[in-house]
């Protein structure tokens, strides 16, 4: 039987050479190191950002400019309520209080008509998420910033290289956070990065995310730091996937094409789209299966995984989440549009290496799987 994983990294010789040459100079940290400097210049290059900073993971990547930007206790910070739920978790971090915001019904990302109704006096800023590597409406979101002088911060973790009207994402606000988890666009393992075109910005990320230390006594600190340091290894597999990128938005795009092509004549299933102001890199290919039951869903996955077919659950909203619920921070009813495709969703295989073959077996159990009563 085929054994079709949901994703999987894009590796070559070049990772292991890279990480070799990290441990043949004896650099491991993320205090020492030239593949730090290294791969920061090319993220920040890709991005088309001045500047960018490495840190340990795409969690840390958000909770990192929120701390260095001064987001602090009792302020509210917008955010689309469909995310890996790490989104909400960098703002709760700073004692800032998250604003559930629904989603378009057919992106699925945030929806910018509703940010001015949200806007309260307590509001600091917008984080918006690239959902699926699909692009955010940005000129909308940036309006609502200017008119209220707030900030604006991109989660990227699922959109490397993606565009809004020609600009990378991680480029078109305050601070740009990606992951290079296992299955994101590309890898270091764990490990994240923050782009933004503030110098003062970049080097208070510095700063915070390596405990802060004193500049004349290193030991007395400056501030409330953190380590949140890459290591030079991870930064060395990075600078080796640096010049991927783009290959892998090709295979990416490649799959969703083939899939949409394959898929788009059954009723029952609401596909990805691509709106014209944007480049998907299509990240995962995500599924909802149109009026089924949570029941309908897992029964779904179960048939697929009888056929070596890894699929995965799509993101609950935050305004589900029971622990947040309970805390009074949020009401289930908050974002309808999101609560209607909570329970049914998925994620189709679309690692870089798949075949057409593969695609087809996909799709032919798919059919199977929504067939069955």
């Keep these: 039987m ?3 994983t949901v994703s999987q990294p894009y590796l070559d010789s070049a990772e292991t050479e890279a990480v070799n040459a990290a441990l043949r100079g004896g650099e491991l ?19 088309g950002c001045p500047h960018a900073v490495t840190v340990s993971n795409g969690t840390t990547a958000l909770h990192l400019p929120l701390a260095a930007l001064g987001v602090k206790q009792g302020d509210e910070v917008l955010v689309s309520t469909l995310t890996n739920m790490a989104t909400f978790f960098a703002v709760l971090y700073q004692g800032a209080v998250p604003v559930p915001v629904d989603i378009e019904p057919d992106t699925l990302n945030m929806d910018p008509a509703l940010l001015e109704a949200l806007v309260t006096p307590r509001t600091r800023a917008i984080l918006v998420v690239h959902l699926f590597g699909h692009p955010v409406d940005m000129d909308p979101v940036l309006a609502v910033a200017r008119k209220h002088n707030l900030l604006v911060l991109e989660d990227c973790a699922e959109a490397h290289g993606a565009l809004y009207k ?12 990606f992951s290079f988890y296992a299955n994101k666009i590309i890898t270091t393992g764990e490990g994240g990065m923050v782009t933004c075109a503030d110098a003062a910005l970049a080097a208070k990320m510095r700063s915070l995310k390596a405990l802060a230390f004193g500049d004349t006594l290193k030991f007395m600190h400056k501030d409330l730091g953190y380590n949140y340091r890459l290591t030079n290894l991870q930064a060395a597999i990075g600078c080796a996937q640096a010049g991927k990128i783009d290959e892998v938005i090709a295979h990416k795009r490649r799959i969703a094409a083939y899939y949409t092509s394959k898929l788009s004549a059954l009723p029952e299933l609401q596909l990805p789209v691509e709106k014209p102001y944007a480049r998907s890199v299509f990240w995962m290919y ?3 299966l149109k009026g089924k039951t949570v029941e309908q ?18 993101f609950i909203p ?12 949020t009401q289930k009813d908050a974002c309808p549009v999101a609560n209607s495709v909570a329970y049914n969703s998925f994620y189709l295989p679309s690692g870089p290496v798949l075949s057409e073959e593969d695609m087809d077996y996909v799709v032919a159990s798919l059919k199977e799987a929504l067939a069955q009563r």
Aim: net charge positive.
């Design 2 to 4: 085929k054994k079709i």
């Design 29 to 47: 940290s993320g205090n020492f190191g030239s593949f730090i400097g290294e791969f920061e210049r090319k993220f920040a290059d890709y991005c």
């Design 166 to 177: 020609g600009r990378k994402v991680g480029s078109l606000s305050d601070a740009g956070c």
């Design 286 to 288: 995500h599924i909802v």
């Design 297 to 314: 869903r897992a029964a779904a996955m179960k048939f697929m995984a009888g056929k070596g077919i890894e699929v995965r659950e799509g």
């Design 318 to 329: 935050y305004n589900l989440q029971e622990i947040f619920i309970a805390r009074g921070l």
